[in-house]
């Protein structure tokens, strides 16, 4: 009896001890397996052999930066509290590993930071934000520069100054601006803004859209501080820029995207909408004449993308961080010097992956039960037809033969 109760309890221990295993892997160790087969990248592109990093590594010299996009915070209204909650875990566990194991210097997040925001109250607004800061909240020597989406101020209909104004409040920020770090220029633009209508936020963001390229341009002209129009400009790091926003530049699908974070295949030949899923044409043309960055990074369709403007201006489309939005998130490593630069794409763990534990989990957890029975069954089977004796056995000459009656 004793001996069986003894089975039992260390059946029930070593369920419990596979059952937290589980959890603990899935739900904190998995992000670290991921992220830790990700690293910095070495500047490869567009620079100088003396700017090149050796053995892939950057030097002293290089600014590291995060990008990611469209992590899309639930609200008020829409979404099951689970499916808030387990989201926000992710986005929280996957960002803070990624923290600690990348110690970036800057975190850009290309917009739709969340889903409601076009709507929100002010109330659900000041929650919203107050659970962003929880989720990715950074240390001192890392900064978090955040741009506005569609879903944070509404779409160019939806868009109004209360809006904008109480997002850039939030975030310390202003939806169009450059940011300089270690020579490299990074200009931020308020997408949502370029329609080409003539609203009032759509003047100004072309205003200061405009004086921006003019700096820059001056900047960039050795000698030019003497002309009338260059006499009052800002000055910039003598580098053309980087350009970072939601909305990606026109392109007409996502047919020519291929890769494991690129949009299915049923929807890669969707045709894309101007001013809803991308920019105009005249509006992509405009920043591209305007500013001839040497990269864009935007967001906005939840997909990994590579498109080359005008054979000549790159541009990655940085898939969704929400694995509401996708099985496989993912965001960009960048390696940013002011004459080149480098990228690589670090995936989170999949979706599917951590269900398929989860299911095994709980299946043995269902089966091992009756295994147990079925074992435990068929050993007192087995003694009832094969009972020892603690005796010795008698040889054949000690054995007493009883007469029949």
Known sequence: MMSGLNVACSAVIVLFGAVCSVFIFC???????????CGWPGIDRGAPAGEKSANGQPNAEVMR???LSDTHLLGAVGGHWFDKLRREWQMERAF????TLLRPEVVFILGDVFNEGKWS??????????????VFRHPSDTELVVLVGNHDVGFHYEMDWFKLQRFEKAF???STRMVTKKGVNFLLVNSVALHGDGCSICQSVEKQLCTLSRDLNCSLLQN???????????????TPPIILQHYPLYRESDAGCTGRD???SEERHLLFREKYDALSQEASHRLLQWFKPRLVLSGHTHSGCQVLHDNQYPEISV???NWRNRNNPSFILGSFSPGGYGLSKCFLPEETTVIALYCSTGASLLLLPLVHCLWMRGLLRCLDFCPISKHKSLRPSQVEVVPDC
């Open 172 to 174: 310390n920020t202003t």
């Open 224 to 238: 030019s501080q003497s002309s009338e129009l260059c006499r009052d400009a800002w000055t910039y790091p003598p």
């Open 262 to 264: 690129a949009a299915p």
């Open 319 to 321: 898939p969704s961080f």
């Open 121 to 134: 109250s002010p109330k659900n607004w000041e929650d919203d934000v107050h659970r962003f800061q929880k």
């Open 65 to 67: 930066a995060m990008v």
């Open 27 to 37: 739900e904190y160790l998995i992000y670290y397996a991921a992220i830790l087969q």
């Open 96 to 99: 803070q590993t990624a923290l």
